[in-house]
């Protein structure tokens, strides 16, 4: 009897649990960190798997000194241990000290270096969503005409031509031949700037979550419009323009010849309001749904394109800490890269059963 | 007594030829067509899929794809009004509206229907938002769509395919056209449904008093609903009469093997349908003289170097054939049986 009873409260837990995960949200949540702690551990371990350490240099450094420097930083004690420590800390918003940069913690680094990088990723995503979608439009609705020969030829060279071959190129024409454009150096200039967000007088008093809301400091407002950027922003747009112009292109022609536009236009609609209110909206469909894939190949051409532009971002200090072996600050920007693409992805999910109905649960 | 026939003219097509360009060469959709339609008739236009029964009358509200092209004259009460972007935008979905078969791929998946009845009258006539919502929740009443005034505000694929069509047709009605063109709209739909679809366009338009064309390659369809009939071939018409005369004394070979090969419901006999000889005509590459000429059974050394013209040899009868003994066709082609 009581037996019986016992089980059924088992069974309405079981359920009230199942129905936890079975919302959505959560388990997107959960999907999500289950995936981050995945990408930390295997770098966490693959980085331990190369050679050399973050204190091997040109010069060899004293035994003893080597010794004492490896104890500080705990990297003497047995890898499961270390493991153990850095999940520990992480769980506790702790990134650790920056092997490498010793001046910084890798939180004050990543600190320095995201606003950069959402900066320019923000910018480079922008400006291949606007020309991409519209010049992917001209083309569409000037089928077989000379704008759309035009624009599959420059989406054509855009996507044989990837942006570490791009950035080169562009630096060699208007950085050096024609000399217009600054080739380097966005953002390096004046760190401090962004330290203000960790410093006492701005987090006294403010939430953890302030430093999302967009309080620029006043003389750096200029920095979105900085010319350093330009050339960045340029190799690192104009491959996903050409994707996102071919996309929309084929899109937009399929769309257009749909029944319902036909109806549209049965019901004497203008053509520019055929296209505003009826045409765009599935066109751009197959374009919100590549936006996940999208954000991750900006992100990850971002990493290159710091490096060739030697901008203060994360990406370049993904690279460097990789190559100096800073454990922590390559660990810590993987957090920050994982993080930041899941719940991207989660937002473009969610953006995609908003924009087509017939998803919609 | 001219004049006031003139005036009743709602639609006055002449010569009317539309041909698509395509890699494998020009296709003549529509061959030199004309006939006219009068305020409040009702028109059936018959012929094979393939006869050009679409593509004329999107020819004359101007929705052709890109590769057609339309030559000839359409005057809508008199106004000139082919290939006419402006004039057409401006009646099309007011004077002029159009519903086609495909009712489950015609309207916008991504759009609800509310906004999508809304716009017609707001684009049209100028009236706010809710003024309009009103009518369009009147319109889905007319069309018999139940709870109209929650549905309004659903998207389409919340709708079967038949009361898409009522909503399409409640849309194409939402102006008080004075004509509705109705191309194929039930041949997708189950038959009951189709009974349906086709008892709301007959009583709207009594209701509204405008002039219907039914489109369709459903004879049944046509004794149904039309008053008068244009059968169509190869692009051109060929035959023009009310239903009775279309139906009892066809005056072509064509409609006489249409006619014969319907099932009929009076027929207890077991005898297997006819059908017509040979396959439809190449558009791509018509015969010289009658398209039908390579099926017909009655076929002249004339028919195959020049084109039988439309010619009026009754009160507001057409025919175009050089045979000049047609009143017992239907016969001929019963006892051949
Ligand atoms: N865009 C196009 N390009 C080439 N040929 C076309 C095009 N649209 C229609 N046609 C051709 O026009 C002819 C008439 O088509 P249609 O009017 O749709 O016939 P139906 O009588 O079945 O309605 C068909 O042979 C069709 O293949
Ligand atoms: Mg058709």
């Known amino acids: 009897?009581?037996?019986?009873?016992?089980?059924?409260?088992?069974?309405?837990?079981?359920?009230?649990?199942?129905?936890?995960?079975?919302?959505?949200?959560?388990?997107?949540?959960?999907?999500?960190?289950?995936?981050?702690?995945?990408?930390?551990?295997?770098?966490?371990?693959?980085?331990?798997?190369?050679?050399?350490?973050?204190?091997?240099?040109?010069?060899?450094?004293?035994?003893?000194?080597?010794?004492?420097?490896?104890?500080?930083?705990?990297?003497?004690?047995?890898?499961?241990?270390?493991?153990?420590?850095?999940?520990?800390?992480?769980?506790?918003?702790?990134?650790?000290?920056?092997?490498?940069?010793?001046?910084?913690?890798?939180?004050?680094?990543?600190?320095?270096?995201?606003?950069?990088?959402?900066?320019?990723?923000?910018?480079?995503?922008?400006?291949?969503?606007?020309?991409?979608?519209?010049?992917?439009?001209?083309?569409?609705?000037?089928?077989?005409?000379?704008?759309?020969?035009?624009?599959?030829?420059?989406?054509?060279?855009?996507?044989?031509?990837?942006?570490?071959?791009?950035?080169?190129?562009?630096?060699?024409?208007?950085?050096?031949?024609?000399?217009?454009?600054?080739?380097?150096?966005?953002?390096?200039?004046?760190?401090?700037?962004?330290?203000?967000?960790?410093?006492?007088?701005?987090?006294?008093?403010?939430?953890?979550?302030?430093?999302?809301?967009?309080?620029?400091?006043?003389?750096?407002?200029?920095?979105?419009?900085?010319?350093?950027?330009?050339?960045?922003?340029?190799?690192?747009?104009?491959?996903?323009?050409?994707?996102?112009?071919?996309?929309?292109?084929?899109?937009?022609?399929?769309?257009?010849?749909?029944?319902?536009?036909?109806?549209?236009?049965?019901?004497?609609?203008?053509?520019?309001?055929?296209?505003?209110?009826?045409?765009?909206?599935?066109?751009?469909?197959?374009?919100?749904?590549?936006?996940?894939?999208?954000?991750?190949?900006i992100t990850t051409g971002s990493v290159v394109i710091e490096k060739i532009y030697n901008i203060s971002g994360v990406g370049r200090y993904f690279v460097d800490g990789a190559l100096n072996r800073d454990y922590t600050l390559v660990l810590g920007t993987v957090v920050l890269y994982s993080a930041l693409l899941i719940s991207l992805n989660t937002i473009v999910d969610i953006t995609y059963g908003y924009i087509d109905p017939r998803i919609k649960k | 007594m001219n004049e006031n026939e003139n005036n009743n003219i709602l639609l006055d097509v002449k010569n009317l030829t539309t041909t698509f360009s395509t890699q494998e060469g020009n296709v003549a959709a529509v061959n030199d067509l004309s006939f006219q339609i009068k305020a409040g008739e009702t028109l059936g236009v018959v012929g094979e899929s393939g006869s050009g029964k679409s593509q004329l009358f999107m020819s004359i509200l101007g929705l052709l794809a890109n590769n057609g092209k339309a030559e000839g004259s359409v005057k809508y009460k008199g106004k000139e009004i082919l290939n006419q972007k402006k004039t057409l935008e401006e009646i099309r979905g007011d004077r002029l509206s159009m519903i086609f078969q495909d009712s489950m791929t015609s309207l916008n998946p991504f759009v609800k229907i509310s906004d999508q009845l809304t716009e017609v009258l707001m684009v049209h006539r100028g009236i706010s938002y809710n003024d309009a919502l009103n009518e369009a929740i009147n319109m889905l009443d007319m069309v018999s769509i139940p709870r109209a005034k929650t549905r309004v505000h659903r998207y389409p694929h919340e709708f079967s395919g038949g009361m898409r069509q009522r909503v399409m047709i409640a849309m194409s009605l939402i102006c008080k056209p004075d004509l509705l063109i109705a191309d194929e709209p039930t041949t997708a739909l189950d038959v009951t449904v189709q009974a349906q679809i086709l008892d709301i366009i007959d009583n709207l338009k009594k209701e509204l008093n405008m002039a219907v064309v039914m489109i369709t390659h459903d004879l049944g369809v046509v004794a149904r609903v039309a008053e008068n009939v244009m059968v169509m071939y190869g692009g051109r018409a060929i035959e023009k009469g009310t239903v009775d005369e279309i139906f009892y004394t066809p005056s072509h070979p064509y409609t006489a093997g249409l006619l014969a090969s319907m099932p009929r419901l009076d027929d207890d006999s077991n005898k297997a349908l006819y059908t017509i000889q040979g396959s439809p005509p190449n558009l791509q590459n018509l015969p010289v003289g009658c398209a039908f000429s390579p099926r017909c059974e009655y076929v002249m050394d004339q028919c195959k170097t020049s084109v039988p013209p439309l010619e009026c040899f009754d009160v507001n009868r057409h025919r175009a054939c050089f045979l000049d003994n047609y009143q017992d066709l239907i016969e001929n082609i019963n006892r051949g049986q």
């Open chain 1, 1 to 297: 009897m009581s037996n019986s009873s016992h089980g059924l409260r088992d069974l309405s837990i079981l359920n009230i649990i199942s129905s936890i995960l079975g919302n959505y949200f959560i388990r997107k949540i959960l999907v999500g960190l289950v995936t981050i702690w995945v990408v930390i551990t295997v770098t966490f371990f693959i980085m331990r798997l190369a050679p050399g350490g973050p204190f091997t240099g040109e010069r060899q450094l004293d035994p003893a000194v080597l010794a004492n420097l490896r104890h500080s930083y705990g990297l003497d004690l047995p890898l499961w241990k270390q493991y153990a420590m850095y999940m520990l800390n992480l769980l506790h918003g702790d990134l650790g000290p920056s092997l490498k940069d010793t001046t910084f913690t890798v939180k004050e680094l990543l600190g320095i270096g995201l606003p950069n990088s959402i900066l320019l990723g923000l910018l480079a995503l922008a400006n291949a969503l606007i020309f991409g979608v519209s010049i992917g439009t001209l083309a569409a609705l000037h089928h077989n005409g000379w704008q759309d020969y035009t624009v599959m030829f420059i989406a054509i060279v855009g996507i044989i031509c990837p942006s570490f071959v791009l950035a080169p190129l562009l630096t060699l024409v208007f950085g050096v031949n024609w000399g217009i454009l600054p080739v380097a150096g966005f953002g390096s200039h004046s760190p401090e700037h962004w330290l203000y967000f960790f410093s006492p007088e701005y987090q006294h008093g403010s939430h953890w979550w302030s430093f999302m809301i967009p309080t620029i400091p006043k003389e750096s407002i200029l920095w979105a419009f900085d010319k350093h950027l330009i050339l960045p922003v340029i190799s690192l747009s104009l491959p996903v323009i050409a994707m996102l112009a071919r996309l929309t292109r084929g899109s937009m022609i399929e769309v257009m010849n749909a029944n319902y536009i036909r109806t549209a236009r049965a019901k004497g609609l203008s053509e520019r309001r055929i296209i505003v209110k009826h045409a765009l909206k599935g066109a751009l469909l197959p374009v919100v749904s590549v936006l996940g894939p999208l954000i991750a190949g």
